[in-house]
């Protein structure tokens, strides 16, 4: 891979309002292969709008996204559901189906992508690899209900990675989960990263995890890509917009 190769997901100057709300005000981004990506921003920033644009969810009013160098502005709707293949979303809220086994979860997504020769013949190799991936493989004939928090995050990862995408945007990956639950997470987003040589954007406020996972974060402030470094070198920026962040009390 050579330097000059072109990021994975590029973001130019995007704009995007509700009524008088301005959102998103020409924000720019560049995601290079295989890097994690964060995205540091109060609620209510506009994260999730973003993340959302980025997969075709919502329409952007203003500005380009260029996903493996092509503008999906121009897809169809078949072209999308390809692109969509690629990626992978993992929501907050997990979106495991209670009613399945973590089994019937996992082949979920092989249903909608594989056909029916590539299920009967990978399916139950695919499933497990991605079991182990998160080391859970001792829970696939068990229900969501039955696992706790973390478990469960686990499980949504492992759906997520059955497709294996090269792109995964994480939605507040450790949200909700205590300290050292959401340090086992966000090594395995490290992991993944490795293994699967994924590009990611991870939305998050958590600063453990941002400083486990970060190559590189993008302060969202004022609908603007207000400020990017590396963790470490933004806790050391004298604006008190940024240095807010940092505050530990
Ligand atoms: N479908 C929508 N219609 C109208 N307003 C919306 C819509 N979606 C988002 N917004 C507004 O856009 C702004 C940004 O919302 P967004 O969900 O992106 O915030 P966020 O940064 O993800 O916050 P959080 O950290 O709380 O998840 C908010 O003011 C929200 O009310
Ligand atoms: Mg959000």
Redesign the pocket.
Same mark, same amino acid.
Do not use: P, Q
């Given at each position: 891979m050579s330097k000059m190769e072109a990021p994975v997901i590029e973001v130019e100057n995007l704009s995007k309002s509700?009524g008088t709300?301005r =959102?998103l005000k020409n924000f720019s981004m560049k995601v290079p292969a295989g890097k994690n990506l964060v995205i540091l921003?109060?609620?209510?920033?506009?994260?999730? =709008?973003?993340i959302k644009c980025i997969i075709s969810l919502?329409t952007p009013d203003d500005g380009l996204i260029k996903i493996f160098g092509e503008d999906v502005s121009t897809y169809d709707s078949d072209a999308l559901d390809k692109l969509r293949a690629r990626i992978g979303f993992l929501f907050q809220s997990n979106a495991l189906y209670d009613s399945m086994t973590v089994r019937d979860n996992l082949e979920f997504p092989l249903r909608r992508h594989w056909n029916k020769e590539q299920r009967a013949k990978s399916a139950k190799q695919a499933v497990l690899e991605v079991l182990e991936d998160v080391g859970l493989a001792h829970t696939i004939d068990m229900m969501p209900s039955e696992l706790s928090g973390g478990m469960r995050k686990r499980i949504a990862l492992a759906r997520t990675l059955i497709l294996q995408p090269q792109i995964i945007l994480y939605d507040?990956p450790t949200t909700g989960l205590d300290p050292i639950t959401g340090r086992e997470i966000s090594h395995l987003i490290l992991q993944v990263q490795k293994k699967y040589n994924a590009t990611s954007i991870i939305?998050s406020?958590d600063m453990n995890c941002i400083n486990i996972t970060s190559n590189s974060v993008i302060m969202?402030i004022d609908g603007m890509r207000y400020a990017q470094d590396t963790f470490a070198a933004l806790q050391h920026y004298d604006d008190p917009k940024i240095h807010e962040f940092f505050l530990t009390t």
């Open positions: 509700f709300n =959102v921003g109060k609620s209510g920033s506009g994260k999730s =709008v973003l919502m507040e939305i406020h969202l």
